[in-house]
């Protein structure tokens, strides 16, 4: 008798970052919608301002240790903005010229902020915006590790955050990303002895490196890849409505999802 070995779905994702992950966790519907049907996800106002602020940091940092002052920040921020109009997802954001005005004072408010967290001028740098693509808990990994620095005691990984810091009940689950970019920085032999998350509105949430949280993160991380193949392969995925159907790009793709926010938020206009 022949056996049948069954052939992996050629859906299945060359490999799976915390933030693709999280899309399915959060509704395997949605991420169907995003990364299968490859419906458009347009940024919102907060995600292109993240987007803004990460570029002046990583340029800003990028320059000589002596040179990044908070003038030098600026004159990054001028350029950066001279360019904008040409950015797709600013584009789509239609702002108007008061608007647009808003939305570059929120983001020098927070390089403000980062000036008052840190001093750029004592950062170590080791690597900034580093892709990393490695095999992790044998899921194939990638992610992008804002920062590496050289401290005291060894390479401290660090995600810079725009957004609100999370309610202390998310803290763990939120530290889930750097636990895995320590992970796949292991594979390339970088030891790292120390994880940051850097909200610039509020302060920095800091932990040495403690493997068990790695394992965790490592093993959450696999479970997921397993039901994402899974649903790739039988073509299944459920909706998982919740508040954030609201917020949904999808919406009118999905009645269950438009039924919800309705439930919650009342009928939309
Ligand atoms: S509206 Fe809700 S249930 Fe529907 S795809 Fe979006 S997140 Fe999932």
């Known amino acids: 008798m022949t056996s049948v070995v069954s052939e992996p779905s050629p859906f299945r994702p060359r490999h799976l970052s915390p933030s693709s992950a999280s899309t399915f966790r959060q509704c395997p519907r949605r991420w169907k919608l995003k990364y299968i049907e490859k419906l458009p996800d347009p940024k919102g106002e907060a995600a292109v301002l993240g987007t803004f602020v990460h570029q002046i940091l990583e340029d800003l940092l990028s320059l000589e240790s002596d040179k990044r002052s908070i003038d030098a920040a600026k004159n990054i921020a001028r350029e ?3 360019q904008i109009p040409d950015d797709e997802d600013f584009r789509v954001l239609s702002l108007s010229d008061t608007d647009a005005k808003g939305f570059m004072w929120k983001a020098w408010r927070l390089i403000e902020q980062y000036f008052a967290i ?3 001028t004592q950062v170590d740098v080791v690597r900034a915006e580093q892709r990393l693509a490695a095999e992790i808990g ?4 990638f992610g992008i590790v804002d920062l ?9 990984v660090v995600d810079y955050k725009t957004g609100k810091a999370p309610n202390s009940r998310f803290v763990e689950d939120k530290l889930s990303q750097v636990w895995l970019y ?4 292991a594979e390339e032999d970088v030891e790292v002895s120390e994880v940051r998350l850097m909200y610039l509105t509020s302060g920095t949430i800091d932990r040495p ?4 949280a790695v394992n965790q993160a490592v093993n959450s ?3 997921t890849w397993d039901h994402l193949c899974e649903a790739i392969d039988t073509q299944k995925f459920p909706h998982k409505t919740g508040p954030l ?14 039924l919800e926010a309705e439930r919650r938020y009342g009928p939309r206009n």
Request: include cysteine; glycine fraction near 6%.
């Open 80 to 82: 950066l903005w001279d």
């Open 118 to 120: 840190e001093d750029p």
């Open 138 to 141: 044998g899921v194939p990994f």
């Open 148 to 156: 590496t620095e050289q401290v005291s005691d060894g390479v401290r």
């Open 182 to 185: 320590a992970a796949a920085l």
């Open 209 to 212: 490196i403690d493997s068990k």
């Open 221 to 223: 991380h696999r479970q």
């Open 245 to 258: 159907c609201n917020w949904c790009p999808y919406l009118e793709h999905c009645p269950e999802g438009a």
